[in-house]
């Protein structure tokens, strides 16, 4: 079955920077759109960064574009966030998400990695 | 794209139908996904192209509409669909409303 395992999150100072990775398997990693979405505590669900099947169509929201990369390894099955200049308002549960088809519906997520940033 | 869901908060007994509500701020054609969310779990989806529903979905659920104007239905609440449920655009970027929760009343 489809399977997206995020880890790498945890507590950083602000200004600071932490990779999360994403393990996929269960399908075909290479044919995919993978996206990272993010929920701060409490609150509503936030489009962080997508990344294409091939690795070179790459978009950010604004509040991350300049701090956040987005990569994938696709022999690895594995997608990648670099996180850098980290706020307080960076703290949130991150997910990998995939979707159904490019432009799609977000069909499954990971359980979710928290990170937060405080001092 | 400013997705609206309204009620914040909806209360409902078991077997009754909840009916819940997302409004975009410019048309997403149909583009429009539902999902549920549980405490400490990941959204799941529900429905997708407004209307239909993703796999293993029960028939309870049910969308409708398009452009700007979207509702999600379930036609008898169960225990387990008290939640959280968030709408979603994917016509133009990919944007949440805020979502509705779903308590026991």
């Known amino acids: 079955q489809v399977q997206l395992v995020e880890s790498g999150g945890g507590v950083v100072q602000p200004g600071r920077s932490l990779g999360l990775s994403c393990a996929a398997s269960g399908f075909t990693f290479s044919n995919y759109d993978i996206h990272w979405v993010r929920q701060a505590p409490g609150e509503g669900l936030e489009w962080v960064a997508v990344?294409?099947?091939?690795?070179?169509?790459?978009f950010y929201a604004d509040s991350v574009r300049g701090r956040f990369t987005i990569s994938r390894d696709n022999p690895k099955n594995t997608l990648y966030l670099q996180m850098s200049s980290l706020r307080v308002e960076d703290t949130a549960i991150y997910f990998c998400?995939?979707?159904?088809?490019?432009?799609?519906?977000?069909?499954?997520w990971g359980q979710g990695t928290l990170v937060t940033v405080s001092s | 794209i400013v997705m609206t869901q309204s009620p914040a908060t909806l209360s409902v007994s078991p077997g009754e139908r909840a009916t819940l509500s997302c409004r975009a701020s410019?048309?997403?054609?149909?583009?429009l996904a539902w999902y549920q969310q549980k405490p400490g779990q990941a959204p799941r989806l529900l429905i997708y192209?407004?209307?239909t529903r993703a796999t293993g979905i029960p028939a309870r659920f049910s969308g409708s509409g398009s452009g700007t104007e979207f509702t999600l239905t379930i036609s008898s609440l169960q225990s387990e669909d008290f939640a959280v449920y968030y709408c979603h655009q994917y016509s133009n970027w990919w944007t949440f409303g805020q979502g509705t929760k779903v308590e026991i009343k």
């Open positions: 192209g407004a209307s």
């Open positions: 990344i294409s099947a091939d690795g070179k169509t790459i």
């Open positions: 998400v995939r979707v159904t088809v490019p432009g799609g519906p977000f069909d499954y």
């Open positions: 410019q048309s997403v054609r149909s583009n």
